[in-house]
Nanobody
């Protein structure tokens, strides 16, 4: 049984940094698998922020390129999202997901979501 648990959210001032962690228990990373970070604000659809596939390739939402970095530690079975130069528009609940990767596209797997961690960027 796969369980995902996010941590690291909080409140930070604009320009600040946070590192989110996603511990993936029971997950075996295979070719074609990927891990993604999403975010959601009330009234809007959940959007893909970044993903990292089994070969190490990464993709980022245009709005976060150059500010966010996704990485993983295979020994700790943890995926990270380092967020820098945070802006108020980055405020959201951030979720991690275990999914698939094909043709440069991330496909989330239903039911493979964490509970989310709140990130608030405010002065």
């Amino acid at each position: 049984q796969v369980q995902l648990e996010e941590s690291g959210g909080g409140e930070v001032q604009p320009g600040g940094s946070l590192r989110l962690s996603c511990l993936a228990s029971g997950l075996i990373f295979s070719s074609g698998d990927a891990m993604g970070w999403y975010r959601q604000v009330p009234g809007k659809e959940r959007e893909l922020v970044a993903f990292i596939e089994s070969g190490g390739s990464t993709m980022y939402l245009d709005a976060v390129k150059g500010r966010f970095t996704i990485s993983r530690d295979n020994v700790l079975n943890t995926v990270y999202l380092q967020m820098s130069s945070l802006k108020p528009e980055d405020t959201a609940v951030y979720y991690c997901n275990a999914g698939h990767y094909s043709d440069s596209t991330y496909f989330p797997r239903a039911g493979y979501w964490g509970q989310g961690t709140q990130v608030t960027v405010s002065s």
